[in-house]
Nanobody
Framework: QVHLVESGGGLVQSGGSLRLSCTAS????????VGWYRQAPGKQRESVAT???????NYAESVKGRFTISRDSAQNTVFLQMNNLKPEDTGVYYC??????????????WGQGTQVTVSS
């Protein structure tokens, strides 16, 4: 069983920064796709930033230029650097890692979520 431990969430004022971390219990080189998703109250979970098997980072339009996703294999950790935060970034942020193959998702795992609250 793979465990993902997230940290770094909290309360921050608009314009502030946070860095989320997601540490896996197994080497993250096992996974060829990693990403961060978020869910705001009353809304569906949405993709924020991903690194798929291509290695090319993808970002939601609403966070482009403000958020940066990265992975550190030595630390088995996926990061999300969030700058210039806005109240609409508020939500529970989830880490996801997985493996794709033959043009489909073979398996993936989710973290428990970390709350990010941005005050205006």
């Amino acid at each position: 069983q793979v465990h993902l431990v997230e940290s770094g969430g909290g309360l921050v004022q608009s314009g502030g920064s946070l860095r989320l971390s997601c540490t896996a219990s197994v080497p993250i080189v096992s996974f060829n796709t990693v990403g961060w998703y978020r869910q705001a109250p009353g809304k569906q979970r949405e993709s924020v930033a991903t690194i798929p098997h291509t290695g090319i980072e993808n970002y939601a339009e609403s966070v482009k230029g403000r958020f940066t996703i990265s992975r550190d294999s030595a630390q088995n950790t996926v990061f999300l650097q969030m700058n210039n935060l806005k109240p609409e970034d508020t939500g529970v942020y989830y880490c996801n890692v997985g493996r794709t193959g033959w043009n489909r998702l073979l398996y993936d795992y989710w973290g428990q979520g970390t709350q990010v609250t941005v005050s205006s």
